[in-house]
Protein backbone atom coordinates (compact mmCIF):
# COMPACT_ATOMS: atom_id res chain seq x y z
CA UNK A 1 0.00 0.00 0.00
CA UNK A 2 1.34 3.49 -1.02
CA UNK A 3 2.18 6.08 1.88
CA UNK A 4 1.87 9.71 1.81
CA UNK A 5 4.58 11.31 3.79
CA UNK A 6 3.71 14.44 4.94
CA UNK A 7 5.59 17.76 6.23
CA UNK A 8 4.38 20.03 8.66
CA UNK A 9 5.37 23.88 9.22
CA UNK A 10 3.91 25.01 12.60
CA UNK A 11 3.22 22.53 15.69
CA UNK A 12 1.81 24.81 17.98
CA UNK A 13 -2.29 24.53 18.74
CA UNK A 14 -3.56 23.24 15.66
CA UNK A 15 -0.26 21.63 14.09
CA UNK A 16 0.11 19.39 17.39
CA UNK A 17 -3.42 18.84 17.37
CA UNK A 18 -3.05 17.55 13.29
CA UNK A 19 -0.28 15.21 14.49
CA UNK A 20 -2.52 13.67 17.82
CA UNK A 21 -5.47 13.27 15.50
CA UNK A 22 -3.87 11.42 12.74
CA UNK A 23 -1.97 9.49 15.67
CA UNK A 24 -5.45 8.60 16.76
CA UNK A 25 -7.60 7.84 13.27
CA UNK A 26 -4.51 7.40 10.85
CA UNK A 27 -5.42 3.38 10.76
CA UNK A 28 -8.89 4.27 9.84
CA UNK A 29 -7.83 6.84 7.62
CA UNK A 30 -5.76 4.40 5.64
CA UNK A 31 -8.37 1.67 5.62
CA UNK A 32 -10.75 4.24 4.06
CA UNK A 33 -8.44 5.90 1.64
CA UNK A 34 -6.51 2.93 0.89
CA UNK A 35 -3.13 4.77 1.11
CA UNK A 36 -1.11 5.35 4.73
CA UNK A 37 -0.53 8.77 5.76
CA UNK A 38 2.60 9.33 7.71
CA UNK A 39 3.79 13.19 9.33
CA UNK A 40 7.71 13.09 9.21
CA UNK A 41 8.61 16.36 9.95
CA UNK A 42 7.36 18.81 11.94
CA UNK A 43 9.17 22.16 11.88
CA UNK A 44 8.47 24.92 15.02
CA UNK A 45 10.43 27.50 16.72
CA UNK A 46 11.37 25.99 19.42
CA UNK A 47 11.00 22.24 20.41
CA UNK A 48 9.94 23.14 23.89
CA UNK A 49 7.40 25.76 23.25
CA UNK A 50 3.92 25.06 25.02
CA UNK A 51 1.67 22.92 22.67
CA UNK A 52 -1.91 21.14 24.12
CA UNK A 53 -0.29 18.00 22.46
CA UNK A 54 3.45 16.17 22.15
CA UNK A 55 5.15 16.05 19.39
CA UNK A 56 8.13 13.46 19.28
CA UNK A 57 11.54 15.71 19.88
CA UNK A 58 12.71 13.40 16.91
CA UNK A 59 10.10 14.80 14.21
CA UNK A 60 10.92 18.33 14.99
CA UNK A 61 13.16 20.54 13.45
CA UNK A 62 13.71 23.90 13.68
CA UNK A 63 14.48 24.67 9.98
CA UNK A 64 11.45 24.91 7.57
CA UNK A 65 13.65 24.33 4.73
CA UNK A 66 14.71 20.90 5.68
CA UNK A 67 10.94 20.23 5.14
CA UNK A 68 9.85 21.53 2.61
CA UNK A 69 13.02 20.64 0.30
CA UNK A 70 12.74 17.17 1.51
CA UNK A 71 12.10 14.83 -1.16
CA UNK A 72 10.31 12.38 0.87
CA UNK A 73 8.08 14.90 1.96
CA UNK A 74 5.15 14.80 -0.90
CA UNK A 75 2.35 16.88 1.15
CA UNK A 76 3.35 19.83 3.18
CA UNK A 77 0.94 21.69 5.80
CA UNK A 78 1.31 25.11 6.64
CA UNK A 79 0.04 25.94 9.77
CA UNK A 80 2.80 28.71 11.14
CA UNK A 81 0.27 32.05 10.39
CA UNK A 82 1.22 35.02 9.19
CA UNK A 83 1.51 36.58 6.19
CA UNK A 84 5.45 37.02 5.58
CA UNK A 85 7.43 33.36 5.99
CA UNK A 86 4.26 31.75 5.51
CA UNK A 87 3.63 32.74 2.31
CA UNK A 88 7.54 31.85 1.68
CA UNK A 89 6.76 28.41 2.58
CA UNK A 90 3.86 27.87 0.85
CA UNK A 91 4.70 29.02 -2.28
CA UNK A 92 8.25 27.09 -2.29
CA UNK A 93 6.62 23.56 -1.71
CA UNK A 94 3.91 24.47 -4.75
CA UNK A 95 7.21 25.49 -6.96
CA UNK A 96 7.93 22.09 -6.34
CA UNK A 97 5.40 20.86 -7.42
CA UNK A 98 4.14 19.67 -4.14
CA UNK A 99 0.34 19.97 -2.79
CA UNK A 100 -0.06 22.67 0.36
CA UNK A 101 -2.69 22.60 2.68
CA UNK A 102 -3.46 25.50 5.04
CA UNK A 103 -5.52 26.32 7.80
CA UNK A 104 -3.88 30.35 7.40
CA UNK A 105 -7.17 32.85 6.15
CA UNK A 106 -5.05 35.79 6.24
CA UNK A 107 -2.70 34.48 3.94
CA UNK A 108 -5.62 33.06 1.69
CA UNK A 109 -7.19 36.02 2.03
CA UNK A 110 -4.61 38.60 1.28
CA UNK A 111 -2.87 36.46 -1.40
CA UNK A 112 -5.22 33.93 -2.97
CA UNK A 113 -5.05 34.35 -6.37
CA UNK A 114 -1.55 34.86 -6.28
CA UNK A 115 -0.87 31.61 -4.56
CA UNK A 116 -4.09 29.55 -6.72
CA UNK A 117 -1.66 30.27 -9.70
CA UNK A 118 1.26 29.12 -8.38
CA UNK A 119 -0.36 25.74 -7.55
CA UNK A 120 -2.27 26.21 -11.12
CA UNK A 121 1.69 26.78 -13.11
CA UNK A 122 3.11 23.91 -11.45
CA UNK A 123 0.23 21.23 -11.74
CA UNK A 124 -0.47 20.86 -8.07
CA UNK A 125 -3.44 21.88 -5.33
CA UNK A 126 -3.46 24.53 -2.57
CA UNK A 127 -6.41 23.27 0.11
CA UNK A 128 -7.60 25.34 2.74
CA UNK A 129 -10.85 24.22 4.55
CA UNK A 130 -9.53 24.30 8.23
CA UNK A 131 -9.51 28.54 7.17
CA UNK A 132 -12.91 29.15 7.02
CA UNK A 133 -14.95 28.42 10.18
CA UNK A 134 -13.02 25.79 11.23
CA UNK A 135 -14.23 22.01 11.33
CA UNK A 136 -17.32 22.93 9.60
CA UNK A 137 -16.67 21.64 6.06
CA UNK A 138 -17.78 24.81 4.24
CA UNK A 139 -15.07 25.55 1.68
CA UNK A 140 -16.39 21.68 0.47
CA UNK A 141 -19.78 22.52 0.68
CA UNK A 142 -19.74 25.66 -1.51
CA UNK A 143 -16.91 23.91 -4.01
CA UNK A 144 -18.91 20.82 -4.15
CA UNK A 145 -21.72 19.31 -2.77
CA UNK A 146 -23.48 22.78 -3.57
CA UNK A 147 -21.71 23.58 -7.05
CA UNK A 148 -25.01 23.79 -8.79
CA UNK A 149 -26.18 26.71 -7.28
CA UNK A 150 -26.36 30.28 -7.21
CA UNK A 151 -25.85 31.62 -3.79
CA UNK A 152 -28.24 34.35 -2.83
CA UNK A 153 -27.19 34.65 0.63
CA UNK A 154 -24.54 33.15 3.24
CA UNK A 155 -24.22 34.54 6.90
CA UNK A 156 -21.68 33.41 8.85
CA UNK A 157 -20.83 33.43 12.57
CA UNK A 158 -17.58 33.00 11.99
CA UNK A 159 -15.01 34.16 14.30
CA UNK A 160 -15.22 31.47 17.47
CA UNK A 161 -13.26 33.77 19.33
CA UNK A 162 -15.82 36.68 19.43
CA UNK A 163 -18.66 34.52 19.61
CA UNK A 164 -17.71 33.29 22.90
CA UNK A 165 -16.64 36.47 23.90
CA UNK A 166 -19.91 37.65 23.11
CA UNK A 167 -22.10 34.97 24.56
CA UNK A 168 -20.16 35.02 27.74
CA UNK A 169 -20.86 38.45 28.31
CA UNK A 170 -23.97 37.85 28.08
CA UNK A 171 -24.47 34.71 29.77
CA UNK A 172 -21.99 36.38 32.78
CA UNK A 173 -22.65 40.09 32.42
CA UNK A 174 -18.68 39.54 32.22
CA UNK A 175 -16.41 41.85 30.99
CA UNK A 176 -14.58 41.81 27.61
CA UNK A 177 -10.94 41.79 28.44
CA UNK A 178 -10.83 38.82 31.27
CA UNK A 179 -13.04 36.79 29.11
CA UNK A 180 -10.87 37.36 25.64
CA UNK A 181 -7.58 35.90 27.99
CA UNK A 182 -9.71 32.41 28.47
CA UNK A 183 -10.25 32.52 24.43
CA UNK A 184 -6.57 32.94 24.39
CA UNK A 185 -5.90 30.15 26.70
CA UNK A 186 -8.55 27.95 25.08
CA UNK A 187 -6.05 28.37 21.80
CA UNK A 188 -9.21 30.08 19.88
CA UNK A 189 -7.62 33.53 19.49
CA UNK A 190 -5.48 34.25 16.68
CA UNK A 191 -1.63 35.40 17.64
CA UNK A 192 -2.44 38.69 17.32
CA UNK A 193 -6.06 38.36 18.48
CA UNK A 194 -6.91 42.01 17.27
CA UNK A 195 -7.44 40.36 14.51
CA UNK A 196 -10.52 38.38 16.40
CA UNK A 197 -11.97 41.27 18.19
CA UNK A 198 -11.66 43.53 15.57
CA UNK A 199 -13.62 41.67 12.48
CA UNK A 200 -10.64 41.03 10.44
CA UNK A 201 -10.22 37.61 11.11
CA UNK A 202 -14.68 37.20 10.22
CA UNK A 203 -12.97 39.34 7.34
CA UNK A 204 -10.52 37.27 5.92
CA UNK A 205 -13.16 34.29 6.16
CA UNK A 206 -15.98 36.16 4.72
CA UNK A 207 -13.96 37.17 2.02
CA UNK A 208 -13.16 34.04 0.77
CA UNK A 209 -16.27 32.46 1.19
CA UNK A 210 -17.92 36.18 -1.34
CA UNK A 211 -15.02 35.03 -3.66
CA UNK A 212 -15.96 31.67 -4.10
CA UNK A 213 -19.51 31.56 -3.84
CA UNK A 214 -19.68 34.54 -6.41
CA UNK A 215 -16.85 33.11 -9.07
CA UNK A 216 -14.27 36.58 -8.72
CA UNK A 217 -11.67 37.42 -6.33
CA UNK A 218 -13.46 39.92 -4.37
CA UNK A 219 -11.12 42.84 -3.23
CA UNK A 220 -10.97 42.83 0.40
CA UNK A 221 -11.06 46.70 0.27
CA UNK A 222 -14.66 46.89 -0.58
CA UNK A 223 -15.64 44.66 2.63
CA UNK A 224 -17.13 46.75 5.43
CA UNK A 225 -15.51 45.48 8.83
CA UNK A 226 -16.89 46.46 12.39
CA UNK A 227 -15.08 44.60 15.55
CA UNK A 228 -16.87 43.86 19.32
CA UNK A 229 -14.68 46.47 20.91
CA UNK A 230 -17.22 49.21 21.47
CA UNK A 231 -19.93 46.53 22.28
CA UNK A 232 -20.59 46.94 26.21
CA UNK A 233 -22.78 45.22 28.89
CA UNK A 234 -25.46 48.02 28.01
CA UNK A 235 -25.82 47.27 24.77
CA UNK A 236 -26.14 43.28 25.57
CA UNK A 237 -29.13 44.00 28.18
CA UNK A 238 -30.80 46.52 25.85
CA UNK A 239 -30.91 43.98 22.85
CA UNK A 240 -31.85 41.25 25.16
CA UNK A 241 -34.68 43.38 26.36
CA UNK A 242 -35.61 44.25 22.89
CA UNK A 243 -35.95 40.72 22.10
CA UNK A 244 -32.57 40.69 20.26
CA UNK A 245 -29.22 39.21 20.52
CA UNK A 246 -26.19 40.88 19.13
CA UNK A 247 -23.99 38.05 17.46
CA UNK A 248 -20.86 39.11 14.94
CA UNK A 249 -21.87 38.24 11.66
CA UNK A 250 -20.27 37.68 8.28
CA UNK A 251 -22.87 38.67 5.15
CA UNK A 252 -22.45 38.12 1.40
CA UNK A 253 -25.79 38.95 0.15
CA UNK A 254 -26.66 39.55 -3.51
CA UNK A 255 -29.21 41.87 -4.98
CA UNK A 256 -30.54 42.24 -8.52
CA UNK A 257 -29.38 40.02 -11.17
CA UNK A 258 -27.14 39.56 -14.36
CA UNK A 259 -25.07 42.54 -15.27
CA UNK A 260 -26.76 44.96 -12.87
CA UNK A 261 -26.28 42.11 -9.89
CA UNK A 262 -24.88 44.06 -6.59
CA UNK A 263 -23.34 41.78 -3.44
CA UNK A 264 -23.18 43.69 0.00
CA UNK A 265 -20.44 42.08 1.88
CA UNK A 266 -20.04 43.11 5.40
CA UNK A 267 -18.92 41.83 8.51
CA UNK A 268 -20.09 43.58 11.87
CA UNK A 269 -22.20 42.43 15.20
CA UNK A 270 -25.56 42.38 14.66
CA UNK A 271 -28.55 42.29 16.77
CA UNK A 272 -30.72 39.47 15.35
CA UNK A 273 -34.19 38.14 16.91
CA UNK A 274 -33.66 35.84 19.67
CA UNK A 275 -35.75 33.40 17.93
CA UNK A 276 -33.88 33.36 15.22
CA UNK A 277 -31.50 29.60 14.87
CA UNK A 278 -28.39 31.94 14.21
CA UNK A 279 -28.97 33.58 18.04
CA UNK A 280 -29.39 30.23 19.24
CA UNK A 281 -24.99 29.58 18.30
CA UNK A 282 -22.83 30.37 21.31
CA UNK A 283 -19.74 29.73 23.05
CA UNK A 284 -16.57 28.55 20.47
CA UNK A 285 -19.55 27.27 17.96
CA UNK A 286 -19.83 28.74 14.16
CA UNK A 287 -22.51 28.73 11.58
CA UNK A 288 -22.99 29.35 8.36
CA UNK A 289 -26.57 29.95 7.18
CA UNK A 290 -26.25 29.47 2.91
CA UNK A 291 -29.07 30.07 0.57
CA UNK A 292 -28.86 28.13 -2.59
CA UNK A 293 -31.46 29.01 -5.83
CA UNK A 294 -31.77 25.45 -6.16
CA UNK A 295 -31.39 23.75 -2.78
CA UNK A 296 -33.11 26.65 -0.89
CA UNK A 297 -31.99 27.31 2.49
CA UNK A 298 -28.75 25.41 4.17
CA UNK A 299 -27.66 25.47 7.76
CA UNK A 300 -23.52 24.34 9.09
CA UNK A 301 -22.90 24.05 12.41
CA UNK A 302 -19.76 23.00 14.52
CA UNK A 303 -16.66 24.51 16.43
CA UNK A 304 -15.04 27.39 14.91
CA UNK A 305 -11.67 26.99 16.65
CA UNK A 306 -9.81 25.21 18.58
CA UNK A 307 -6.83 22.19 18.30
CA UNK A 308 -9.54 19.13 17.62
CA UNK A 309 -11.96 20.70 15.74
CA UNK A 310 -9.43 22.62 13.61
CA UNK A 311 -7.40 19.21 13.03
CA UNK A 312 -10.43 17.57 11.72
CA UNK A 313 -10.40 20.08 8.96
CA UNK A 314 -6.77 19.63 8.12
CA UNK A 315 -7.58 15.71 8.17
CA UNK A 316 -10.00 16.40 5.66
CA UNK A 317 -7.63 17.81 2.73
CA UNK A 318 -4.91 15.55 4.01
CA UNK A 319 -7.42 12.72 2.53
CA UNK A 320 -8.26 14.59 -0.39
CA UNK A 321 -4.27 15.45 -0.90
CA UNK A 322 -3.44 12.16 -0.52
CA UNK A 323 -6.23 10.61 -2.32
CA UNK A 324 -5.06 13.48 -5.55
CA UNK A 325 -1.87 12.39 -5.57
CA UNK A 326 -2.39 8.57 -5.47
CA UNK A 327 -4.87 9.09 -8.51
CA UNK A 328 -2.46 11.60 -10.42
CA UNK A 329 -5.15 13.79 -10.19
CA UNK A 330 -4.03 17.04 -8.71
CA UNK A 331 -6.40 19.81 -9.94
CA UNK A 332 -9.53 17.05 -9.54
CA UNK A 333 -10.96 20.23 -7.57
CA UNK A 334 -9.14 23.14 -8.76
CA UNK A 335 -8.54 25.72 -5.41
CA UNK A 336 -10.44 28.47 -6.98
CA UNK A 337 -11.72 29.00 -10.21
CA UNK A 338 -12.28 32.92 -11.21
CA UNK A 339 -15.31 32.35 -13.92
CA UNK A 340 -15.84 36.39 -14.79
CA UNK A 341 -18.78 36.48 -12.38
CA UNK A 342 -17.79 40.53 -11.94
CA UNK A 343 -20.69 41.61 -9.80
CA UNK A 344 -19.67 44.48 -8.36
CA UNK A 345 -19.49 44.59 -4.30
CA UNK A 346 -22.63 47.04 -3.41
CA UNK A 347 -20.63 50.47 -1.27
CA UNK A 348 -21.74 49.84 2.42
CA UNK A 349 -23.33 53.49 1.97
CA UNK A 350 -26.06 51.80 -0.20
CA UNK A 351 -27.16 49.18 2.02
CA UNK A 352 -30.36 49.57 3.74
CA UNK A 353 -30.90 48.46 7.33
CA UNK A 354 -32.94 48.79 10.73
CA UNK A 355 -30.50 50.62 13.11
CA UNK A 356 -29.83 50.66 16.72
CA UNK A 357 -27.92 53.96 18.20
CA UNK A 358 -26.85 54.13 22.00
CA UNK A 359 -26.11 57.78 22.79
CA UNK A 360 -24.31 58.85 25.91
CA UNK A 361 -26.69 61.82 26.34
CA UNK A 362 -26.67 64.47 29.60
CA UNK A 363 -29.91 64.30 31.17
CA UNK A 364 -31.47 67.15 30.72
CA UNK A 365 -34.62 68.33 29.27
CA UNK A 366 -34.99 68.44 25.20
CA UNK A 367 -32.33 66.43 24.55
CA UNK A 368 -34.31 63.44 22.57
CA UNK A 369 -36.13 66.41 20.75
CA UNK A 370 -33.16 67.41 19.35
CA UNK A 371 -32.03 64.30 18.25
CA UNK A 372 -35.42 63.58 16.61
CA UNK A 373 -34.82 66.48 14.65
CA UNK A 374 -31.84 65.44 13.23
CA UNK A 375 -33.36 62.03 12.59
CA UNK A 376 -36.42 63.63 10.93
CA UNK A 377 -34.22 66.01 8.38
CA UNK A 378 -32.70 62.77 7.08
CA UNK A 379 -36.30 61.43 6.72
CA UNK A 380 -35.15 58.23 9.15
CA UNK A 381 -37.90 57.30 11.14
CA UNK A 382 -37.55 56.17 14.94
CA UNK A 383 -39.05 52.65 15.85
CA UNK A 384 -38.57 53.29 19.38
CA UNK A 385 -36.72 55.17 22.42
CA UNK A 386 -35.76 53.80 25.47
CA UNK A 387 -33.85 55.52 27.73
CA UNK A 388 -33.52 53.74 31.69
CA UNK A 389 -34.41 55.87 34.83
CA UNK A 390 -32.00 57.99 36.62
CA UNK A 391 -32.34 57.07 39.81
CA UNK A 392 -28.98 57.78 41.19
CA UNK A 393 -29.15 61.45 39.47
CA UNK A 394 -26.09 60.97 36.98
CA UNK A 395 -25.20 63.65 34.64
CA UNK A 396 -24.75 61.09 31.72
CA UNK A 397 -27.33 58.66 30.62
CA UNK A 398 -27.50 55.75 27.58
CA UNK A 399 -30.10 56.62 25.18
CA UNK A 400 -30.95 53.97 23.26
CA UNK A 401 -32.86 54.77 19.82
CA UNK A 402 -34.00 51.70 17.21
CA UNK A 403 -34.87 52.86 13.75
CA UNK A 404 -36.80 51.61 11.11
CA UNK A 405 -34.93 50.83 7.70
CA UNK A 406 -33.24 53.08 5.86
CA UNK A 407 -29.80 53.87 4.10
CA UNK A 408 -26.51 53.46 5.92
CA UNK A 409 -25.60 56.86 3.90
CA UNK A 410 -28.29 59.20 5.92
CA UNK A 411 -27.83 57.28 9.12
CA UNK A 412 -24.30 58.26 9.04
CA UNK A 413 -24.97 61.60 7.83
CA UNK A 414 -27.68 61.99 10.58
CA UNK A 415 -25.28 60.36 13.55
CA UNK A 416 -22.50 63.15 12.91
CA UNK A 417 -25.13 65.66 13.48
CA UNK A 418 -26.06 64.21 16.73
CA UNK A 419 -22.42 63.58 17.64
CA UNK A 420 -21.64 67.49 17.55
CA UNK A 421 -24.65 67.99 19.77
CA UNK A 422 -23.43 69.75 22.78
CA UNK A 423 -25.40 67.37 24.96
CA UNK A 424 -23.72 64.05 23.23
CA UNK A 425 -20.87 63.25 25.60
CA UNK A 426 -19.95 59.94 24.26
CA UNK A 427 -19.19 58.35 20.80
CA UNK A 428 -22.68 56.95 20.10
CA UNK A 429 -22.29 53.29 19.31
CA UNK A 430 -24.17 52.36 15.92
CA UNK A 431 -25.21 48.74 15.33
CA UNK A 432 -27.13 47.23 12.36
CA UNK A 433 -30.36 44.86 12.87
CA UNK A 434 -30.92 42.07 10.87
CA UNK A 435 -33.81 40.50 9.85
CA UNK A 436 -32.74 37.84 7.36
CA UNK A 437 -34.89 38.95 4.45
N1 LIG B 1 -6.16 28.11 16.73
C1 LIG B 1 -7.27 27.90 16.02
O1 LIG B 1 -8.34 27.57 16.54
C2 LIG B 1 -7.23 28.06 14.54
C3 LIG B 1 -6.13 28.53 13.87
N2 LIG B 1 -6.14 28.66 12.52
C4 LIG B 1 -4.93 29.10 11.82
O2 LIG B 1 -3.94 28.08 11.96
C5 LIG B 1 -2.65 28.66 11.95
C6 LIG B 1 -1.89 28.22 13.20
O3 LIG B 1 -2.57 28.68 14.35
P1 LIG B 1 -2.23 28.12 15.80
O4 LIG B 1 -1.90 26.67 15.74
O5 LIG B 1 -3.34 28.56 16.67
O6 LIG B 1 -0.91 28.96 16.14
P2 LIG B 1 0.22 28.63 17.21
O7 LIG B 1 0.85 29.93 17.54
O8 LIG B 1 -0.30 27.78 18.31
O9 LIG B 1 1.26 27.74 16.39
C7 LIG B 1 2.14 28.27 15.43
C8 LIG B 1 3.25 27.26 15.18
O10 LIG B 1 4.08 27.74 14.13
C9 LIG B 1 5.44 27.62 14.53
N3 LIG B 1 6.26 28.60 13.85
C10 LIG B 1 6.15 29.95 13.86
N4 LIG B 1 7.14 30.50 13.15
C11 LIG B 1 7.90 29.49 12.69
C12 LIG B 1 9.08 29.41 11.91
N5 LIG B 1 9.70 30.51 11.46
N6 LIG B 1 9.59 28.18 11.61
C13 LIG B 1 8.98 27.06 12.06
N7 LIG B 1 7.85 27.08 12.79
C14 LIG B 1 7.34 28.27 13.12
C15 LIG B 1 5.41 27.84 16.03
O11 LIG B 1 6.61 27.35 16.62
C16 LIG B 1 4.16 27.04 16.41
O12 LIG B 1 4.50 25.67 16.52
C17 LIG B 1 -2.88 30.18 11.83
O13 LIG B 1 -2.83 30.53 10.48
C18 LIG B 1 -4.30 30.35 12.37
O14 LIG B 1 -4.93 31.49 11.83
C19 LIG B 1 -7.23 28.31 11.77
C20 LIG B 1 -8.35 27.83 12.35
C21 LIG B 1 -8.46 27.69 13.80
N1 LIG C 1 -9.19 32.90 15.85
C1 LIG C 1 -10.07 32.15 15.03
C2 LIG C 1 -9.56 30.75 14.89
C3 LIG C 1 -10.25 30.00 13.84
O1 LIG C 1 -10.29 30.35 12.68
C4 LIG C 1 -11.46 32.14 15.64
O2 LIG C 1 -11.58 32.50 16.81
O3 LIG C 1 -12.41 31.80 14.94
NA1 LIG D 1 -13.88 24.67 7.53
Same mark, same amino acid.
Given at each position: ?? +???????????????????????????????????????VAVKAFDEP???????????? $??????? $??KIQVVIELMGGTGLAKTVVLAALKLGKPVITANKALISKCGPELFAAAAKNNTNLYYEASVAGGIPIIKTIREALVGNRFTQIYGIVNGTCNYILTRMKNERAEFAEILGDAQKLGYAEAEPSLDVDGYDAMHKTHILASLAHGFWVDEKKILVEG?? &??? +???????????????????? /????????E?? +?? &?????LIPQQHVL #?????? !???? !??RGDIVGDTLYYGRGAGKDATASAVLGDIADAATDLVNGTPRRVPAFVDYGRRASVMPASESVSQFYIRLGVQDKPGVLAR? #? #???? $?? /???????? +??????AQPNVPLIIM???????SLQKALKRIAR????? #?????????? !??
Open positions: ME +QINIGMIGGGTVGSGVFRALEKNSALMTARLGVKLKVAKRPYKIPVATMTT $DWTTVVN $DPIR &SIS +QTDIQFAEKLGYTIKQLGIV /KAAGAGKSKV +QI &SVYPA #ANVNDV !FNAV !FVV #A #AIFR $DN /KISIASVV +QPENPATHACKEALSEVK #AKPVLLRVEH !FE
